[in-house]
């Protein structure tokens, strides 16, 4: 697993893949961030990202503008078919590279326009995965690490087994944790970690 260092703010949640100004950048990602290098060779001015809240989709966006000078556009699925349409054929006109990011597949957007939604289709379109098992405990332990209260060794391993994979889950459980250790004064430990899951409801909690 590798990293790019990117020069961008801190996001609200120290959980999410963007943490500070690097990207983790593993089996989940790699493929993403390796066609948003490549814009150049793009067939099309425009191309698709899709992935998870908090999957560092924006920042690989951001990451995408200062390499290319191109254009992204965040949550394009929730924009109007319109203001996509116009984007979309002045990106292709000037072959300025234009990068639309949203939550799921093109096919799924709520386009309603018939030549978008064929423009949409024939994009390259690159998703960002749920974290592979290398990804999500560099995740846990960087999101703790980020947050400040101290946690016992065996922590970070101990909570990849037992929470969900994912972006979001890892988030909420770590910035959770964090909460309770910081208000209780305790290191997290994974008895404490245990207590604080089963009282938030957090489950299954898988056994030991």
Do not use: C
């Amino acid at each position: 697993m590798r990293q790019i260092s990117l020069p961008f703010d801190r996001p609200p949640y120290a959980g999410s893949q963007a943490t500070g100004d690097e990207l983790l950048v593993s089996d989940a990602n790699r493929i993403a961030l390796r066609h948003l290098e490549g814009w150049q060779a793009w067939p099309l001015a425009i191309s698709v990202l899709t992935g998870p809240p908090l999957s560092g989709r924006s920042t690989l966006g951001r990451h995408f503008a200062a390499m290319s000078g191109g254009r992204v556009i965040d949550d394009a699925q929730g924009q109007a078919d319109e203001g996509l349409f116009h984007a979309w054929n002045e990106a292709q006109t000037a072959r300025s590279p234009l990068l639309l990011i949203g939550d799921d597949p093109p096919a799924q957007w709520p386009v309603i326009l018939p030549d978008l939604r064929s423009r949409l289709a024939a994009a390259p379109h690159v998703a960002i995965e749920q974290p592979d098992e290398a990804l999500a405990l560099a995740l846990i332990e960087r999101s703790l690490s980020a947050a400040g209260a101290s946690y016992a060794p065996d922590l970070p391993e101990w909570l990849l087994r037992r929470i969900e994979r994912s972006y979001a889950a890892i988030a909420a459980v770590t910035h959770m944790l964090d909460e309770a250790a910081l208000s209780s004064g305790r290191k997290i430990s994974i008895a404490m970690a245990k207590e604080a899951l089963h009282a938030a409801g957090f489950l299954p909690i898988l056994p030991d």
